[in-house]
Structure formats: C-alpha cells, structure tokens
C-alpha cells in the first residue's frame, strides 16, 4: 500500500497559468527525489455543498478556483525523506520565493493519508 499527501487551494482564475508553472516545476522536482506520482487538477465540476463542499472549504472567492493535488509514495517514511530532500533543494527555493505564491496559502489544506484500498 501507498502513502498520498492531499492538498486543496483556491487559486485566482488569472493566476492559474503562474501555478501550472509552479507545479510543472515542484512535480519534476518531486519526482526526481522518488514520488511514484505527481498530479495537480483544477476545477471542472465542483459545486457549493448545503454543508461542506471543496469551494467551501477554501472560503473560494469570486474569480478563483479550486485545485485539487495529491503526491503518492510508497510508504509514509519514504514522504518524509523525499518531502525533506524538496524542501531543501535549491530548485524550490527559485521557484517558490516567499510572499510570491499565486494563491492564498492560509486557505490551503493538506495531509498525509494511508492507502486502504487500490487498484
């Protein structure tokens, strides 16, 4: 079984070419330190819940967008490992100066979760 981190963030809707680019780059970088898989989704079918929804959850903002991620590993000490080697390369450092992010970070979430079930 595998081991996912899962992240949610609201991104303004003329930010999201500024992200792709960010993503496209963190992927590489997490893949080059061993993550089994990379992915980054935006939006396309996501509405307001009566309770909890993933606009929600962000407290989404007229003129942005949900994006939805997720990075596997195959266990929770392998994450670790790779999430410090990312953090401390130079690469990340460029491509993520503080303060330059194009979405709101306080309104993001994430975690790590064990895999009970794949295919």
Same mark, same amino acid.
Request: proline share 9%.
């Given at each position: 079984m595998s081991y996912v981190d899962g992240y949610v963030l609201?991104? #303004?809707k003329d930010k999201i070419a500024a992200y792709r680019s960010i993503a496209r780059k963190a992927g590489k970088i997490w893949? &080059?330190?061993g993550a089994l898989a990379y992915c980054e989704c935006v939006e396309d &079918?996501?509405?307001p819940g009566k309770h909890t929804s993933f606009p929600?959850?962000?407290k989404l903002k007229p003129g942005e967008v949900v994006v939805f991620a997720w990075i596997v590993y195959r266990s929770?000490?392998?994450? &670790?490992? @790779?999430?410090a080697k990312v953090m401390a390369d130079p690469r990340m450092?460029? @491509?993520c100066p #503080?303060?330059?992010m194009p979405f709101d970070g306080k309104?993001?979430?994430?975690?790590?979760f064990k895999s009970i079930v794949e295919y």
């Open positions: 609201p991104v #303004p893949m &080059d330190h &079918d996501v509405k929600q959850s962000v929770r000490a392998q994450r &670790d490992r @790779i999430n450092q460029k @491509i #503080p303060g330059e309104r993001m979430f994430w975690g790590g």
